[in-house]
Structure formats: structure tokens, C-alpha cells
Nanobody, 122 residues
Framework: QVHLAESGGGLVQPGGSLRLSCVAKGNIFSNYLLGWYRQAPGKKRELVAHIAWGGNIKSADFVEGRFTISRDNAKNTVDLQMSSLKLEDTAVYYC????????????????WGQGTQVTVSG
């Protein structure tokens, strides 16, 4: 079993910064991605960024260099440093763990945190 626990959401003014952190407990193997998705009211959940064990990163276009994802494999943590936040970044942000299907072995084993609210308002 995998349990993901997020922290760090909150209210911030446009242009401000927030750091989200996620601790993954359980069987996080080297073929797992860790990352962040978000869901705004009335919209579908979308990828923000994910990072592989070896450090390969995929991020959404809207990140535009404003967000930085990092991973500590020894601690099974993934952080998202967000800066230059915009009103449209307001959403619930979910920590994610799942198999990296860019490798030779692929199967569905997705895990989600409970979500943390990020509100950009000014």
C-alpha cells in the first residue's frame, strides 16, 4: 500500500510563492514517478509536473519555468516550488505516485494524496 500526504497549500497573492511537499509511505519503487496534478473547479484534473527516479521531468506548458519539482529518493518525498503564481493557478493540488511507463515494465498502479488547496487571490 502507498499513502501520500501533502502539505504546504494556502492563500497567496498574485506573483507570490508557495512550496508544496509530499511524503510517500509504502512501496515506492525505482520505476515510480512522483508528481503533482491539479484540479480547478469545473475543470478536469491535469498534470502539473512529474519526476522520475532518475530525475527526468515532464511538466505542463503552463508551468512556464515558474514551478520547480524536486524529488528525494531516499526520503520518498516530492516537492513543488511555485513562484510567480497567477490567479489561474488556483486549484486543489494532488500528489501522485505511479509507474513510469517510459521504462520496460508498465502497469497501472496510481496513487493519490488527499489534495491541498492553493488559492491565488489579491
Amino acid at each position: 500500500q502507498v499513502h501520500l500526504a501533502e502539505s504546504g497549500g494556502g492563500l497567496v497573492q498574485p506573483g507570490g510563492s508557495l512550496r508544496l511537499s509530499c511524503v510517500a509511505k509504502g512501496n515506492i519503487f525505482s520505476n515510480y514517478l512522483l508528481g503533482w496534478y491539479r484540479q480547478a473547479p469545473g475543470k478536469k484534473r491535469e498534470l502539473v509536473a512529474h519526476i522520475a527516479w532518475g530525475g527526468n521531468i515532464k511538466s505542463a506548458d503552463f508551468v512556464e519555468g515558474r514551478f520547480t519539482i524536486s524529488r528525494d529518493n531516499a526520503k520518498n518525498t516530492v516537492d513543488l516550488q511555485m513562484s510567480s503564481l497567477k490567479l489561474e493557478d488556483t486549484a486543489v493540488y494532488y500528489c501522485y505516485a505511479g509507474v513510469d511507463c517510459s521504462g520496460p515494465i508498465c502497469y497501472r498502479d496510481d496513487h493519490w494524496g488527499q489534495g491541498t488547496q492553493v488559492t491565488v487571490s489579491g
